[in-house]
């Protein structure tokens, strides 16, 4: 499975983004998908997970109520909306993937990789 982001971008705090994730593979409908991200000098953090009929979803308190995880089983691909950014979101974003029916945010849970998406928020 081959995963490919985009969307990140350079946006003011306050503002909006939404990601993509493309996935090449024919089994995307049977994967629960994730949203990681790593800033500068931090570990990778859980962002958001979905699960793989796209009728549940879990997201890291720092995010709640400000950004939205789902998916398109017929196009092959995970959004990530992020709305009310704030500088402290800056940070490559990265989604994931495994062939599973529940769901997990711990990244070392994960088979497959995107190479991830700058988001930058300015002040």
């Known amino acids: 499975e081959q995963l490919v982001e985009s969307g990140g971008g350079l946006v003011q705090a306050g503002g909006s983004l939404r990601l993509s994730c493309a996935a090449s593979?024919?089994?995307?409908?049977?994967?629960?998908m994730g949203w990681f991200r790593q800033a500068p000098g931090k570990e990778r953090e859980f962002v958001a997970v979905?699960?793989?009929?796209?009728?549940?979803?879990y997201y890291a308190d720092s995010v709640k109520g400000r950004f939205t995880i789902s998916r398109d089983n017929a196009k092959n691909t995970m959004y990530l909306q992020m709305n009310n950014l704030k500088p402290e979101d800056t940070a490559v974003y990265s989604c994931?993937?495994?062939?599973?029916?529940?769901?997990?945010?711990?990244?070392?849970?994960?088979?497959?990789w995107g190479q991830g998406t700058q988001v930058t928020v300015s002040s």
């Open positions: 994931a993937a495994k062939g599973a029916t529940y769901y997990s945010d711990y990244d070392g849970w994960y088979d497959y």
């Open positions: 979905i699960n793989w009929v796209g009728t549940s979803t």
């Open positions: 593979g024919r089994t995307f409908s049977s994967y629960a």
